[in-house]
């Protein structure tokens, strides 16, 4: 950039102003002030929640357990299951299906 400026007699130049070092620190202050109110926020938050969160337990609920071990029993057998259908299904698949097609010659 060529620093000589050309102007058009009667034009008006708009320099650009910097702020002053106090207008900075003082931007600078306002932040800084706000990052400590929102820091000093959450550490409040988890005081408050802790208190309503009440201790483990070890009792279980016969129905939560019984649907748990049903969960759990019948997986397997849902597993197999997919697996059976998928061999039979192969089963059935004629042979030539996985072939690669010939091409034949005339």
């Known amino acids: 950039m060529s620093t000589e400026i050309?102007?058009?007699a009667g034009e008006t130049t708009v320099l650009p102003v910097s702020p002053s070092p106090l207008t900075e620190q003082?931007?600078?202050?306002?932040?800084?002030?706000d990052l400590r109110h929102e820091s000093e926020r959450?550490?409040?938050a988890p005081a408050e929640?802790?208190?309503?969160?009440?201790?483990?337990s070890w009792d279980i609920d016969p129905e939560?357990?019984?649907?748990?071990?049903s969960t759990a029993?019948?997986?397997p057998w849902i597993i197999w299951l997919t697996g059976m259908s998928?061999?039979?299904s192969?089963?059935?698949a004629p042979i030539n299906l996985f072939r690669e097609p010939t091409v034949e010659q005339s």
């Open 49 to 56: 929640m802790a208190g309503d969160v009440r201790p483990f």
């Open 73 to 75: 029993a019948t997986l």
């Open 6 to 8: 050309e102007r058009v």
């Open 90 to 92: 192969l089963w059935l």
């Open 26 to 33: 003082a931007d600078t202050l306002a932040i800084l002030e």
């Open 86 to 88: 998928l061999a039979y």
């Open 64 to 69: 939560e357990m019984a649907t748990a071990i």
């Open 42 to 44: 959450t550490t409040e």
